[in-house]
């Protein structure tokens, strides 16, 4: 079955303490990104990657690191968390080019809460 | 810069039909995407639309005029489960990649 999966989908933490929610897909995407989303203010990417070791910020990178290192991994990474990262973070990934593209394949989403 | 503009919420009841409308600005253009996402859960892939006119699966049809940056999503024969947020989603076109960008979404309550 084509899927992305998150880890964890739940997580509460303390300020500072570093945390990665892990994401992996198993479609071959070259695509992955990582989404927040916040009530009001919709999906707003966090970073993106189009291929193993190429990476790139997203809209509010601010606070986070990712990595790619294997196609199918995308890990994103809250090196010193802080309470306004408290979010529900969705991964998502995809083909690039052509229509295919628009269909973006989403985790389940890891809701985070920063204390 | 880029935006989407889509009315926050909308009402309807089973059995019904409701249009979700989006307008687009951006740069460049390449296409129109939808998307459902129910409370709590991932979103999915609804439609695309490349070209101007009208694409149907099933219950759901999505039409696209590029001549008036605009779209929609047409929900038929509403059901229950049809509750959920739906997104439009354009290219970015600043970003080399596959980089989509968001609609705030709107809030379908379908009521029996």
């Known amino acids: 079955e084509a899927q992305v999966t998150q880890n964890p989908r739940y997580l509460i933490t303390v300020t500072g303490k570093k945390l990665t929610v892990t994401c992996s897909q198993n479609?071959?995407?070259?695509?992955m990104s990582w989404y927040r989303q916040d009530p009001g203010l919709g999906l707003r990417q966090i970073y993106y990657?189009?291929?193993?070791?190429?990476?790139d910020k997203g809209d509010v990178p601010e606070g986070y690191k990712v990595s790619r290192k294997e196609k199918r991994n995308f890990p994103l990474i809250l090196e010193s968390p802080s309470p306004n990262q408290t979010s529900l973070y969705f991964c998502?990934?995809?083909?690039?080019?052509?229509?295919?593209?628009?269909?973006?394949?989403f985790g389940p989403g890891t809701r985070l809460t920063v204390t | 810069g880029q935006s989407l503009e889509q009315p926050s919420e909308v009402t309807a009841v089973e059995g019904a039909i409701v249009q979700i409308n989006c307008t687009y600005q951006?740069?460049?253009?390449?296409?129109l995407s939808w998307y459902q996402q129910h409370d709590g859960g991932a979103p999915t892939f609804l439609s695309y639309?490349?070209?101007?006119g009208l694409e149907e699966t099933g219950r759901f049809s999505s039409f696209l005029s590029r001549s008036d940056s605009y779209g929609y999503l047409l929900l038929q024969e509403l059901q229950m489960k049809d509750s959920a947020s739906y997104f439009c989603?354009?290219?970015?076109?600043?970003?080399?990649?596959?980089?989509?960008?968001f609609g705030k979404g709107t809030t379908l309550s379908v009521s029996s």
């Open positions: 479609m071959n995407h070259e695509y």
């Open positions: 639309n490349g070209l101007d």
């Open positions: 951006t740069s460049g253009f390449y296409g």
């Open positions: 998502a990934s995809s083909l690039i080019g052509g229509p295919s593209s628009y269909e973006q394949y």
């Open positions: 990657s189009m291929n193993v070791e190429v990476t």
């Open positions: 989603a354009v290219r970015d076109p600043n970003q080399a990649g596959t980089a989509l960008i």
